[in-house]
């Protein structure tokens, strides 16, 4: 494949694309900004501004027979993603993908309590931010199905790495759940979803879907102690979950709630993906080493 397009390039989309061109490989990075335009030029890409809130102003996505990366998080409200739907308006049999990664998220399991969240595990989203992401994976299924394009799906965890860490709020003296009281979370740190996405293109099959994440379960307390830890600041204050009812936003109570321990077996097995950093104590040493 000598072409490639890339909606939706910031950190992740950013990381693949560099991958790509280094392997000689032309890519299409399609962006919301076009402050972005003179730095993709200047890495390599070849940048297209394209607005996927405002279809009347799109301009046409390069995707006939090209590999697609679609890293478009949906707009901020309603239970329809938008923004996919403006996308896949872009489709047609003259202007089909051969194969798209889209990346969603773990959310769309909704709270799975002590269950173990295989892919075989019920879509169940209860959020609205999640009911956007199941929305986004069925037009993306329909239109694979009716365009017959392979559509590989990761449903992905928390992500973590350089330049992606909670300092901001540990320094406006976030506060996390006591001990005992936090839902289990999961992680992916960069540079392995990078590995796994270009995996996912390589080796996926249509239809299949992915969980994305490093196979440590912990708390979100967890890993605010730990990021802390690392960046020498001071420990966050600990409180309960009728506390943080009173303390905290919405939306981040609905992360604090949900729980789900997820499986990553099939990534492993089927991708054949070896993770770098298995854990966050691993995967925190290396944010030392990359300022973004």
Do not use: W
Not at 160 to 179: E, H, M, S, W
Not at 201 to 209: P, S, T, Y
Request: aromatic share 6%; with cysteine; net charge neutral.
């Amino acid at each position: 494949m000598s072409e490639v397009t890339i909606v939706g390039c910031g950190d992740i989309g950013r990381r693949v694309g560099h991958r790509l061109i280094a392997s000689g490989i032309r890519v299409t990075a399609v962006v919301h900004q076009s402050e972005k335009v003179e730095s993709l030029c200047n890495e390599g890409f070849t940048p297209l501004v394209c607005n996927l809130d405002f279809p009347e102003d799109l301009p046409r996505i390069p995707l006939h027979k090209r590999q697609v990366y679609y890293l478009v998080p949906p707009q901020g409200g309603g239970k329809s993603d938008y923004r996919m739907l403006n996308f896949c308006r872009q489709l047609s049999r003259d202007n089909c993908p051969a194969r798209l990664v889209y990346i969603s998220t773990s959310g769309v399991y909704g709270d799975c309590g002590e269950i173990l969240v295989t892919e075989q595990t019920p879509v169940n989203p209860q959020t609205a931010r999640a009911k956007r992401r199941a929305s986004a994976e069925e037009q993306l299924r329909e239109q694979a199905r009716q365009l017959d394009f392979d559509l590989i799906i990761l449903r992905v965890t928390g992500i973590y790495g350089p330049g992606r860490l909670p300092i901001a709020r540990l320094l406006q003296g976030f506060p996390v759940l006591q001990a005992g009281e936090g839902a289990c979370t999961n992680r992916i740190h960069t540079y392995d979803l990078v590995n796994v996405c270009l995996a996912a293109m390589d080796r996926g099959e249509n239809g299949d879907v992915f969980n994305v994440c490093d196979g440590e379960r912990t708390t979100m307390s967890d890993y605010f102690i730990a990021v802390a830890r690392f960046a020498g600041l001071p420990q966050p204050r600990q409180i309960t979950l009728a506390e943080a009812e009173r303390e905290m936003n919405p939306l981040m109570l609905s992360y604090l709630k949900e729980s789900r321990q997820m499986d990553n077996r099939l990534m492993r097995e089927k991708l054949g993906v070896e993770l770098m950093y298995p854990n966050l104590e691993a995967g925190l040493a290396v944010c030392e080493k990359e300022k973004i």
